[in-house]
């Protein structure tokens, strides 16, 4: 372990509220520092949570992805009660507030990832259950994903 000393003589450091993540190229080996303010450490943490963003040492964003998930999910079932059985609302104003509240929720954040296929094919999951959910379709009813996009017409993005 190597420790690091910090002096900044214009900023004034509180230890116990601070945290350290160290993120190094992946041919550097993983080694924790010590990051010492005055005679205190730094807490070293592996990930941590900065304004609804899990920041991960390992530079992966699948916890952060499946986080957005997990709260666009929540937030979706909160609407079904108030918005998605409701049958005095069009289903154009149901998917217009699905996409102003559930797909902002989602993709906040998004700008700086990566996306491979296997998330590409989660969030196209999360999208067409959610739609199918807005129009009444089930399972059972094996609606192509052409006649879903057709019935709720989505603004393209």
């Known amino acids: 372990m190597q420790s690091i000393p910090l002096f900044l003589p214009s900023i004034l450091i509180n230890a116990r509220k601070t945290v350290v993540m160290c993120q190094l190229p992946p041919v550097y080996p993983q080694t924790e520092h010590n990051v010492l303010v005055g005679d205190e450490t730094i807490l070293h943490m592996d990930q941590f949570t900065c304004l609804g963003s899990i920041q991960s040492s390992s530079r ?3 916890n952060d992805i499946q986080n957005r998930m997990r709260q666009a999910s929540a937030d979706f079932s909160n609407l079904s009660g108030r918005v ?6 069009s289903i154009k104003t149901k998917v217009a507030i699905y996409l102003s509240i559930c797909i902002s929720i989602l993709l906040f954040g998004s700008k700086m990832w990566a996306i491979y296929r296997e998330e590409v094919r989660c969030f196209e999951t999360f999208r067409f ?5 807005i129009l009444g379709i089930t399972w ?9 996009l057709q019935r709720t017409k ?3 993005h």
Do not use: E, M, Y
Not at 140 to 148: E, F
């Open 60 to 62: 992966s964003i699948t």
């Open 84 to 89: 998605l059985l409701n049958r005095n609302l």
């Open 129 to 133: 259950g959610c739609l199918q959910r």
């Open 140 to 148: 059972k009813d094996r609606a192509p994903h052409v006649q879903i």
């Open 154 to 156: 989505p603004p393209l």
